[in-house]
């Protein structure tokens, strides 16, 4: 057995320890676990690479590093596996239930993989007895992601029917699912109902009512209650603009300001969070974050039809920042022409990434939301 | 988080809120059946000894605060009552007997505040406002029953001169009873508690003492405890209407040393300094102790706080804004509401307004010492920059004053950011440590002075300086951006090491590192490896999947975008020189391999298990190859 550096145990664990003063999403706290992990892996401990590495794990799954958690989780399984005197084996089943949803996210990630990792998730939790509603549940968010209602929902009633132990979500986030569930079937009058407790603030947990706000506007503007979900907006993106976990709501949030033809602060809030689209891994959210981009330049171009295209500062703000990330306009374009190359540039990005999600889901799920209007549900 | 056992339980974050939550909702829409709650007695003195009092001698405060209240009250009724309490230790029996001259109990008020859970006799009935008083929750006699299987009172009410005196006995199987005395006794009250085989440890003199001492001590009537005899001064009776650690009555150059000796002796260490607390809404009237020592992180200070001068807890915890920690209080309260543990306040609006108001003193304490007395000031810098940081970045005035003080640590060494800007008319600092690490040693080997602001706050702290000091510009540096200023080579120069140049890349090529080769300071530095955020999580990512299966490995490999990190080869070094003109390939892509391990090393990055055989390998191999003859060294692979 490998000696252990006592040093760098108590760096890293003074580095986790130091890491919990801040929140999911702050630039600190990943440092201070990056650097534990390091001490960590120095010192030679395995308990405590253990304990750094499950930590940024679970930083990296909220705070939306995906790819990171999926390494990370690797490894801790894998040590469970290996070392089962050192680390217990249900020590990653909780881990596990986040792991699986991201898998679809990536388009690279193929549909085989998917169900491996799915069905050795579902051996896991067999192996220690215990319940199939976290496994069945999972697996209803990945159907999700892949637009595959029918099975969602098959999948979904499966694990309600199974009963709940130490390894089932909190009634908040089984709640918030379901209700995601409804809006994504179309059933948004039985989902804004359902919503209710948690829009009152009576279920919560860490990332409830955040991952639900914008996806109840959303229904709420499908009904036409569009009073609600201008009342709602203040409040949703406070709650998400701080983490890029929440590119997708970030980018529902702007799509929500274009729907209203309120362009400028669609503009102000893309430019802001225009960083997350270069840094945020997986496909899925990064469609989404182009998509609202693109329905933004429609919409500016639009208006331009009525009204000329002025280079104002918002505009001009938006297209340079744009620029830096895709390829800028020849010197002295005018700005109709900005908008016109960036729109497809970005429609062409776009539609790359929902062909290969597409593809490997083997239906039209992620195109037909490509071509929805601003801030409206794709038909299921 | 440690590894979870099979019996740990795996919530998720505020689910005991939300099943309360629930709980609530089913309450309310139930069927309405009323129904009374039972209660067991001897299970709720249970619960308080065990969840909610933290010592056995609880009883004490909660005889000493009854008739702390029973004369205040008296007060109330005759301003010229003199009150005081005594304390009776019987060891041979042991037995305590509280005695006050206070206000006393009628029958009526007996039955009401004495059999009741819960019904305090200072809720409006007593004479005075409740808050006049110490007790409000009517659970202090509880606390006997502890110590005690019999609560023995007597009593003789000061409200009527026909008052009779009286005997209430309670028992803890919820049994009372009252009967009148024929004794002509003084208005007050006397409480007889004798103690269970297992308390009589606590029923000493020296234990009664004690616990009198640290509950009563501030208290504004004299207390004395009588054993054999003997009687003993709890308080000092001439200073009972100040508070100990009133120094108004010195003359000013004097009253420093005396709160410091009186911190010293109350709390048992030596402090840094003393700074005077007040706050009007409150009440609050104390002294705030500097900690001579850092401490611990995400630690919470405690105070000890009397409330209307009895002791509420010596370990209160909301009582200063959070980033107060360096200071530890003694303090009295007049108007705060303690929760019924008694360890923190009720978060309300006062107690607000008062974290603001003695969070001022302690700001303007600062704020005069940098002014008064900078040595000092740098000294308490030593111990308390966290928390300074902390409160800088939310108070731009506080932060231009103190700014200049701010400990740094620059790669010439530690230094204050007053010291730093003496040398720079900008700042350069890094915004994480491993940045600092790859660019200390190079920027000092050409003359760039650069700040570390990897650590906690320090990255914010140099945006607000320069947004608050325009003049200074503040710029955040990368690996890379000290990577570009490195001396290129000629086009002839690279031309002709075009070959070392391939070989190198291609030793490097698996593990996602970049060769290049510039000119730089120091000379006697090999190489520079500089890594930037992604190039490490990349690396974190290659590290963590070198051992897993397949499946996870093609997963990881799919996802991963492999973002280099970049060695620089100094051509300015001898060995590096040396090593661009061998002539056996091998040998050079060895060394090479051999001389990014070592930067690894040097940038304190842990190994990948293929490094380490590679360092390994490398070593073995150049020890075996350097102990051969000159003539008979082959080419080595």
């Not at chain 1, 109902?193 to 229904?219: N, T, W, Y």
């Not at chain 2, 309490?85 to 005695?99: R, S, T």
């Not at chain 2, 929750?137 to 509880?142: A, D, K, R, V």
Request: glycine share 4%; with cysteine; net charge negative.
């Amino acid at each position: 057995m490998a000696l252990e550096n006592t040093t760098e145990v108590a760096l890293a664990r003074s580095l986790i320890s130091q890491s919990e003063e801040f929140d999911h999403g702050s630039s600190e706290k990943a440092d201070l676990l990056d650097r534990a992990v390091m001490a960590a892996d120095r010192s030679g401990s395995v308990a405590v690479q253990f304990e750094a590495r499950n930590e940024r794990l679970t930083e990296a799954v909220f705070s939306g590093e995906d790819e990171l958690a999926l390494a990370l989780f690797a490894w801790c399984q894998h040590i469970t596996d290996t070392r089962p005197d050192i680390i217990n084996q249900t020590s990653i089943l909780w881990p596990s239930k986040w792991i699986l949803p991201m898998l679809p996210e990536f388009s690279r990630i193929s549909q085989k993989q998917i169900d491996a990792i799915g069905a050795d998730m579902a051996k896991r939790f067999e192996a220690q007895n215990l319940s199939r509603r976290p496994v069945h549940a999972k697996r209803s968010e990945v159907y999700a992601v892949q637009g595959k209602m029918q099975q969602a929902r098959e999948f979904w009633d499966k694990a309600v029917a199974e009963p709940r132990d130490r390894y089932a979500d909190c009634a908040a986030c089984e709640h918030s699912y379901s209700i995601r569930l409804l809006a994504q079937e179309g059933r948004y009058e039985e989902m804004i109902a359902a919503a209710q407790p948690i829009l009152d603030g009576e279920m919560f947990c860490s990332q409830v009512p955040h991952i639900d706000l914008p996806q109840i506007m959303l229904a709420q503007y499908a009904l036409g209650r569009k009073d609600e979900a201008r009342d709602l907006y203040k409040r949703s993106y406070r709650l998400v603009r701080s983490n890029m976990d929440y590119t997708q709501l970030v980018a529902l949030l702007i799509e929500f300001k274009v729907a209203e033809n309120e362009l400028k602060d669609a503009a102000v809030v893309a430019v802001r969070h225009l960083p997350w689209l270069v840094q945020i891994k997986p496909d899925k959210l990064k469609m989404h974050y182009m998509r609202a981009l693109h329905c933004l330049l429609l919409a500016i171009a639009d208006n331009a039809k009525v009204k000329s295209l002025q280079a104002t500062e918002w505009l001009n703000s938006l297209l340079d920042a744009l620029e830096g990330v895709f390829e800028a306009a020849p010197q002295n374009a005018d700005p109709a022409l900005r908008v016109t190359l960036l729109t497809s540039q970005i429609r062409k990005a776009g539609l790359t990434i929902t062909a290969s999600l597409d593809t490997r889901n083997v239906n039209d799920y992620f195109s037909r939301q490509w071509h929805a209007p601003a801030f409206t549900y794709v038909k299921p | 988080m440690s590894g979870l056992g099979d019996n740990d339980v795996v919530l998720c974050p505020q689910k005991y809120s939300y099943l309360f939550s629930l709980f609530s909702k089913y309450m309310k829409e139930a069927p309405t059946m009323e129904h009374r709650f039972q209660i067991n007695l001897s299970g709720l003195i249970d619960l308080l000894s065990n969840h909610l009092y933290t010592r056995p001698d609880v009883f004490v405060r909660e005889l000493l605060q009854n008739a702390s209240d029973a004369m205040q009250a008296r007060t109330r009724l005759a301003k010229e009552f003199s009150g005081s309490i005594e304390l009776h230790v019987d060891d041979d029996m042991h037995a305590v007997k509280f005695v006050d001259n206070g206000i006393g109990l009628t029958e009526d008020e007996m039955h009401r505040f004495l059999a009741v859970i819960g019904e305090s006799s200072k809720r409006g009935v007593w004479v005075g406002q409740a808050q006049d008083y110490i007790g409000q929750f009517g659970i202090g006699l509880l606390a006997c029953f502890i110590v005690a299987d019999e609560i023995e009172l007597v009593s003789r009410s000061a409200t009527s001169p026909d008052a009779p005196a009286l005997r209430w006995r309670g028992r803890p199987d919820g049994t009372y009873d009252i009967a009148v005395l024929d004794d002509e006794l003084p208005p007050g009250t006397s409480v007889r508690l004798v103690a269970k085989p297992e308390s009589r440890a606590l029923f000493t003199a020296d234990k009664v003492f004690a616990a009198a001492r640290y509950y009563g001590g501030v208290l504004p009537w004299p207390i004395q405890v009588t054993h054999k005899g003997n009687s003993k001064e709890v308080n000092d009776s001439e200073r009972t209407h100040s508070f100990p650690w009133d120094a108004s009555h010195l003359p000013v150059s004097a009253r420093k040393a005396f709160l410091m000796e009186f911190g010293r002796r109350s709390m048992d260490t030596a402090f840094f300094d003393a700074i005077p607390l007040v706050s009007e809404t409150g009440g609050v009237n104390g002294v705030a102790y500097v900690l001579e020592r850092t401490p611990a992180h995400n630690s919470k200070s405690k105070h000890r706080v009397y409330l209307k001068r009895m002791l509420l807890s010596d370990s209160v915890e909301n009582l200063l804004p959070p980033w107060a920690f360096f200071v530890q209080c003694v303090v009295n309260c007049s108007e705060l509401r303690p929760t019924a543990a008694r360890n923190a306040f009720h978060q309300d609006e006062k107690l607000q307004k008062t974290q603001e108001e003695l969070g001022a003193c302690l700001r303007n304490y600062l704020v005069d010492l940098a002014k008064r007395d900078p040595a000092q000031l740098q000294k308490l810098m030593a111990y308390h920059h966290m928390t300074l940081k902390a409160l800088a970045l939310e108070d731009d005035e506080f932060f231009k004053l103190f700014a200049p003080w701010f400990p740094v640590e620059t790669n010439y060494g530690h230094s204050t950011l007053q010291v730093y800007l003496e040398r720079n008319q900008r700042i350069l600092c890094t915004a994480g440590v491993d940045a600092f690490r790859q660019i200390a040693q190079i920027a000092a080997g050409q003359g760039i002075d650069v700040i570390n602001a990897g650590y906690v706050y320090d990255a914010d702290l140099m945006t607000k300086y320069g947004e608050l000091f325009p003049l200074t510009p503040v710029r955040f540096v990368e690996p890379s951006d000290i990577g570009h200023q490195l001396q290129n080579l000629s086009d002839e120069q690279e031309a002709r090491h075009q070959n070392f140049m391939e070989l190198a890349q291609s030793a490097l090529e698996d593990f996602a590192c970049t060769a290049k080769l510039k000119v730089f300071e120091p000379g006697d530095l090999p190489t520079l490896f500089v890594s930037n955020r992604d190039a490490n999580i990349s690396r974190q990512m290659t590290v963590s999947t070198e051992h897993v299966d397949d499946l996870w490995k093609d997963i990881v490999t799919q996802v991963q975008q492999v973002e280099n990190s970049e060695i620089y080869f100094n051509y300015g070094n001898a060995l590096v020189r040396r090593l661009i003109q061998h002539p056996d390939a091998s040998l050079v892509q060895r060394i090479v391999q051999i001389l990014y391990v070592q930067a690894l090393l040097m940038g304190h990055y842990p190994l990948s298990s293929r490094e380490l055989s590679l360092m390994s390998d490398g070593l073995s191999g150049l020890l075996e190859w350097s102990l051969m003859g000159t003539g008979e060294k082959p080419t080595w692979h």
